[in-house]
């Protein structure tokens, strides 16, 4: 397997698979990897030939006092198990290489990136958006995969990719959780084992509100009610809990039988925690 900097070297082995009538897919990280994402790893595999995994922690998409300086970095841990699990390349560039000191132009959806997420980190998306194109012109992958624990960032993704016409197919692939039902995030390193057990509770929230659903419910209030007195106590406050469109992850005003999501966004003691189910 070989870990890549430069940008210019990345092309070129990108350039030299596609001589060879080879497909690639890009796995786009911020590092800290978990079992979510070699399950990532796995599906570029099964999609294409050659799969390169980005290690990019990208400052354009945190904002002020956010987690930028205190988020994990382990590229030799990255690299040990994205070995193991048969990727071909790690891209892993400076900052420097991706961003001129006097870089200015970015990327912005002005639709879906306006909700949920979006209202508490107004410029997360745009830095997402605007890393993903730097990626994408660089790598020019067949496929990109993506977990559904980011279910909106998806969206933005998908609706960038068909707007500006990029020739790359978007690729979902389903949420990994842990033992307990809560969602693998890198951020989990900041909960310790209780904190983790506890957290919990937002699947559980999230179960009870799909239950509603599954039982004829298509009361959006209703079912927004259970999931926030589910998963509300001392140690979590609620950001967000939304019903929106499976695919879109925009709000609507009643639920869709098989077309809907329940998402939701907490501060669980010290630490953002996101999640979604399917309803």
């Known amino acids: 397997m070989k870990i ?23 796995v786009p990280t911020m590092g800290a990897l ?9 599906k570029a595999r099964e999609s ?22 205190k988020y994990p970095r382990q590229l ?10 048969g990727a071909d390349a790690i891209f892993a560039p400076a900052v ?7 870089a200015s132009t970015f990327v912005s959806e002005e639709q879906i990136s306006q909700n949920l997420c979006g209202k508490s980190r107004p410029k997360h998306f745009r830095g997402v958006a605007t890393v993903l194109t730097i990626l994408f012109n660089i790598v020019r992958p067949d496929f990109a995969v993506f977990g559904e624990k980011d279910a909106q960032q998806i969206s933005v993704i998908e609706r960038m990719a ?38 919990a509770r937002i699947y559980r929230a999230l179960l009870a509100g799909k239950k509603l659903a599954d039982e004829g419910c298509l009361n959006v209030d209703r079912i927004k009610a259970l999931v926030i007195n589910t998963v509300t106590n001392a140690k979590t406050r609620v950001i967000y809990a939304e019903i929106v469109d499976d695919m879109t992850s925009l709000p609507i005003s009643e639920v869709r039988p098989g077309k809907s999501r329940i998402s939701i966004a907490v501060w669980f003691g010290q630490t953002r925690l996101i999640d979604n189910i399917r309803i």
């Open 34 to 42: 978990h079992d979510g994402h070699l399950s990532l790893i796995d």
């Open 96 to 102: 420097s290489d991706i961003y001129a000191p006097d």
């Open 76 to 85: 030799e841990e990255d690299a040990a198990k994205c070995e193991a699990r």
């Open 4 to 26: 890549i900097s430069s940008p210019e070297k990345m092309k070129e082995y990108a350039a030299e698979a596609r001589a060879q009538n080879k497909t690639v897919a890009l």
């Open 48 to 69: 294409a030939d050659i799969t390169v995994v980005s290690v990019f922690v990208n400052p354009t998409q945190f904002g002020p006092n956010e987690d930028f300086d």
């Open 162 to 199: 068909r707007d500006l016409f990029m020739d790359v197919k978007i690729l979902r692939a389903p949420i990994v959780r842990d033992e307990n039902g809560l969602a693998l995030s890198s951020r989990n390193k900041y909960l310790d084992t209780y904190e983790r057990i506890g957290a």
